[in-house]
């Protein structure tokens, strides 16, 4: 089984080589962007925006699905209750944000996909 799940994922790996490449070149420069402050009196490049533009991405370069948005936002949602129960309050509030991030694009997702 677990041989089964590893050919399919380095079919889909094979398949989207390509745009793993780009994806990972775009966030790597949004990233270095948001540290050099280069938008910084015009526009505010942060984390919560590098995060939905990799959302946004991953859609449209790696073909990702409601199905995965939905699970991306249930990860968030349960690493967010996680830090919650630690204490750990600010990167609580910044999961739930990532988590409706993920859930809005979900589901508008659904939406389009009917």
Do not use: C
């Amino acid at each position: 089984m677990y041989e089964l799940y590893l050919n399919k994922l380095n079919i889909w790996a094979k398949n989207h080589l390509a745009g793993l490449f780009i994806f990972n070149t775009i966030i790597i420069v949004l990233v270095l962007l948001n540290t050099a402050e280069y938008f910084k009196p015009f526009f505010f490049l942060g984390i919560n925006v590098i995060f939905f533009i990799s959302i946004i991405l991953s859609i449209i370069l790696l073909g990702a699905r409601s199905k995965t948005m939905f699970l991306i936002s249930s990860l968030f949602f349960m690493f967010g209750v996680f830090l919650k129960v630690a204490n750990i309050d600010i990167w609580a509030d910044r999961a739930s944000i990532y988590f409706f991030q993920a859930l809005v694009v979900g589901i508008l997702l659904l939406f389009f996909k009917k």
